[in-house]
């Protein structure tokens, strides 16, 4: 009988995941095609284009040798995040919450802090130009600079993901736990309960605040406009991502249509109460939500310029406030 549950929970997790999965590889071209294009008035991609011809693309192109001082944990961070990405949505399907450690809010932090430090690893570990080593004074013939240091393009993306990390992210899990005062648990399934039984949490007044700082930090933590100072075009280029090549840089173009998805799927658990489940049409909602949220992400990237770190810093920190007075509000 134990044997049968236990297989029939692992069966809906991997069903649950393979439907999330492929929606999400749609979720890159939905806002390229429909949201920036139209914005734009052009045609823009076909849907299938960023999140699934991309990466299939990349599949097959020429594999790289990255000047690295440690090339294998550089060529698998990408993986490593996608992992990261694959545990959070599994520690929000109802059958993992037979697990505590894993299907609690401590987890799901956990989780995306590792793929937040990932973005710093990768600029930190690159030491090429465009898979070319930068001794210059080795390449100038006549160059006086024998001794000059050498500044790395990732370099800077690097420093700038760790500013991220320090004190960018801090919107976001304010967000996290803003319905922790309404539940006083910071277990999934108390929170899921809770909702299921008192309606949602975002209809109150903690957590319609909660929510605008939650969208805000999902710009934040997906690095997109005006958010997106890691990767910036007119310097940093693609910033901890510009070395990746071939299948690495497939593993990064799913990763981010599936970190869209699973970010939505986080928002309709903590706010809305409702888990992915393949066996639930409550399933319906989590894609809706994820939907709502990648045309407003596009919609708000599209009129924003990227922000300098003179007008990131008090914008995060308005949104940390509205977060903190979240919590305060859902105390009272």
């Known amino acids: 009988m134990f044997s049968n549950t236990l297989l029939n929970s692992v069966v809906a997790v991997i069903l649950t995941v393979l439907v999330c999965f492929v929606i999400s590889t749609f979720l890159p071209g939905i806002e390229r095609k429909y949201v920036h294009a139209r914005i734009q008035q052009r045609i823009g991609p076909a849907v299938i284009a960023p999140g699934i011809m991309a990466p299939i693309k ?53 989780f995306l802090k590792v793929e937040e430090i990932c973005y710093v690893l990768m600029g930190a570990l690159s030491k090429s130009v465009m898979s070319v080593r930068m001794p210059f004074p080795d390449r100038v013939k006549g160059a006086a600079h024998l001794k000059a240091p050498l500044s790395f393009i990732e370099d800077i993306s690097a420093r700038r993901s760790l500013r991220m990390i320090t004190y960018g992210s801090f919107p976001l899990y304010l967000a996290l736990f803003a319905p922790v005062t309404a539940v006083r648990s910071i277990f999934l399934q108390d929170i899921v309960a809770f ?3 008192n309606g949602p949490f975002l209809f109150t007044v903690s957590g319609a605040i909660a929510a605008i700082v939650f969208f805000i930090g999902y ?17 940093v280029i693609e910033g901890p991502y510009m070395e990746y090549a071939a299948k690495y840089r497939a593993v990064v173009f799913i990763t981010r249509g599936f970190f869209m998805f699973v970010l939505g799927a ?34 708000f990237s599209a009129f924003s310029p990227v922000f300098t770190n003179r007008q990131l810093l008090p914008t995060i920190l308005g949104a940390t406030l509205l977060g903190i007075l979240s919590i305060v509000v859902g105390l009272l």
């Open 58 to 110: 990349f599949m097959f192109k020429e594999n790289v040798e990255i000047s690295s001082p440690v090339p294998k944990l550089y060529k698998i961070l990408p993986i490593l995040c996608f992992i990261v990405v694959l545990c959070v949505l599994i520690a929000l399907t109802p059958q993992a919450y037979k697990i505590p450690a894993l299907a609690s809010l401590v987890a799901i932090v956990g």
């Open 266 to 299: 986080v928002f309709s658990v903590l706010f809305l109460g409702i888990p992915p489940n393949i066996f639930s049409w409550g399933i319906l909602v989590n894609i809706i939500v994820a939907l709502i949220f990648v045309f407003m992400m596009g919609i």
């Open 195 to 197: 909702q299921q039984a």
């Open 219 to 235: 710009m934040i933590i997906l690095n997109e406009y005006p958010f997106s100072i890691i990767k910036a075009k007119s310097d």
